[in-house]
Nanobody
């Protein structure tokens, strides 16, 4: 069973920066698209940014110009560099990956356990 392991959350002051990382553990054939989502208590999980295997990116409007998503295919790791952070960025951040467990299977969504990001004003 492939699991996604996240790291890098924490507390930061407004205007500061944090970097999240996420990598899979377990046996798999390939990781396709990867991304980051965030969720506040009682609300739906919203997209923050995604990156395809060939490094095409997509961002939610409120983070454009402040956040940068990247990936290292050799390490199967995705990163989210968050700059000029705002209190409104406070949420639990979840890593997502489309995982092909074998060459015969299509990609299946996997989620990380979530990491808390808190931005103080």
């Amino acid at each position: 069973q492939v699991q996604l392991v996240e790291s890098g959350g924490g507390l930061v002051q407004a205007g500061g920066s944090l970097r999240l990382s996420c990598a899979p553990s377990g046996i798999f054939f390939r990781i396709n698209a990867m991304g980051w989502y965030r969720q506040a208590p009682g609300k739906q999980r919203d997209l923050v940014a995604t990156v395809t295997r060939d490094c095409s990116t997509n961002y939610e409007d409120s983070v454009k110009g402040r956040f940068n998503i990247s990936r290292d295919n050799a390490k199967n790791t995705v990163y989210l560099q968050m700059n000029r952070m705002e209190p409104e960025d406070t949420d639990v951040y979840y890593c997502n990956a489309r995982v092909r467990t074998t060459i015969m299977k299509i990609g299946e969504d996997r989620w990380g356990q979530g990491t808390q990001v808190t931005v103080s004003s």
